[in-house]
Every structure is written in C-alpha cells, then in structure tokens.
C-alpha cells in the first residue's frame, strides 16, 4: 500500500527557506504516468496546489509562487522535496504531499501533512 | 477569492440528499478540465473521494456521485449519514496565467 510522510523543520524564521521532503514507501516514484506533489492549507483555510514534479525532474508549479520555489526528486531515495525562498508569515501552513494523477485522476494518495510556523 | 466557486456551507438532515455545486469558468471547468472532488474532517489530510468528474475511487460508497456540465461541477450526497459531516473541496486544472491546478474554496456540510 502506497504511503506518504511529509517531513522538515516545524518552525521557520521569515525570509529563510522553508524545506519540506516526502517518503514515498510502498511503491516506486519513478513509477511512470504519475507525478507528485504539494499542497499547502493555512490555518482555518482552503487547500492551494504548491507544485508537482515528475520522477525525471519535470516540475508544474502555481504560477503566484514559482519565483520562491524550488522542487526536485531524488528516486535513489523515493524522495521529493520542496524549497520554498523568502517566507513570511503568509507560508505558515499544514503542507500535504500527495501523488498527482494529472488532469484524470487527481491528488489520489495524501500524507498526513505536516505543520510548518514561519515566525521569529 | 478561489478560482472555483463552492457554497460555503450546506447542511441537511440524515437520510436526505444534498448538493455541492462548483463554478468555474472557461478556462478550467469549461474548458473540458476534469473536476475531482475531496473530503476532509478536521485534523485529517483530504481524501479523494470523486475523480474525472464522475468516477469513485475504490472503497467510496455510491452514495456519493459527480457530474459536470459547462462551466460546473456538483457532489451530490445521498442518504446522507451523520459521517459524512466535514469538507469538501472541488479541484481542476486552470489553462489561464501560466497554467494551475486550482481548488475551490471549501464547503462545510453539516448533518442535522
């Protein structure tokens, strides 16, 4: 059974870098037709698509945070991660990663997120 | 403001049928974008529960159903059961602004 684990520092100072990596056990990330990715939902709030990678190092990403954003993919690992630049505490968020289906199939396996607190 | 509409809360009493609708535009829904629908309870990460704008993923009861026509989608819910009580999101694909996979704002259903 696939499965997911977010992990990273719970607690960012504004203007460094947030740096969040998932685990995917139970199955290869180089596994083809499926990409993987991230969301973030900030206190209280709705769900907004952060960015998705394919095992090849392909990223799509939400165009309002493309210039902060760094993704890759380490598939020795069953590993990716995200580097979000210059947080504030807009970021402070629970960051989910999730395996992306593309357009079909949606975000149809989720880990349990972690909290991320950007605050000095 | 999200770039899919949802209410921001409906309710209905146990056994009864209810509706969540999603707006978009012509630039995502319209644009002949599958729609995917999720559901989450507090504290828990979301769970896909509607999937190419009609399809269940496996282990999600027929209770729960999607459809698509223009420029909107809707989860409708049936027999509703105390449960279900949560939110729900709708997600798609939007072609405008570089391209971005887009949810909508959330819709709190409470069971009466």
């Known amino acids: 059974q696939l499965q997911l684990q977010e992990s990273g520092p719970g607690l960012v100072k504004p203007s460094e870098t947030l740096s969040l990596t998932c685990t995917v056990s139970?199955?290869?990330?180089?596994?083809?037709?499926?990409?993987w990715g991230w969301i973030r939902q900030s206190p209280g709030k709705g769900l907004e698509w952060i960015g998705s990678?394919?095992?090849?190092?392909?990223?799509y990403q939400n165009p309002s945070l493309r210039r902060r954003l760094t993704m890759s993919v380490d598939t020795s690992k069953n590993q990716f991660s995200l580097k979000l630049r210059s947080v504030t505490a807009a970021d402070t968020a629970i960051y989910y990663c999730?395996?992306?289906?593309?357009?079909?199939?949606?975000?149809?396996?989720w880990g349990q997120g972690t909290t991320v607190t950007v605050s000095s | 403001q999200s770039v899919l509409t949802q209410p921001p809360s409906v309710s209905g009493a146990p056994g009864q049928r209810v509706t969540i609708a999603c707006t978009g535009s012509?630039?995502?829904?319209?644009?002949?974008?599958?729609v995917h629908w999720y559901q989450q309870f507090p504290g828990t990460a979301p769970k896909l529960l509607i999937y190419?704008?009609?399809n269940r993923p496996s282990g999600v009861p027929d209770r729960f159903s999607g459809s698509k026509s223009g420029t909107s989608a809707s989860l409708a819910i049936t027999g509703l059961q105390a449960e279900d009580e949560g939110d729900y999101y709708c997600?798609?694909?939007?072609?405008?602004?570089?391209?971005?996979?887009?949810f909508g704002g959330g819709t709190k259903l409470t069971v009466l």
């Open positions: 997600q798609s694909y939007d072609s405008s602004l570089s391209g971005s996979k887009v």
């Open positions: 139970g199955g290869s990330i180089s596994r083809s037709s499926y990409y």
């Open positions: 190419g704008n009609i």
């Open positions: 012509t630039s995502n829904i319209g644009a002949g974008y599958d």
């Open positions: 990678i394919y095992y090849s190092g392909s990223t």
């Open positions: 999730a395996r992306d289906g593309a357009t079909i199939y949606g975000f149809d396996v």
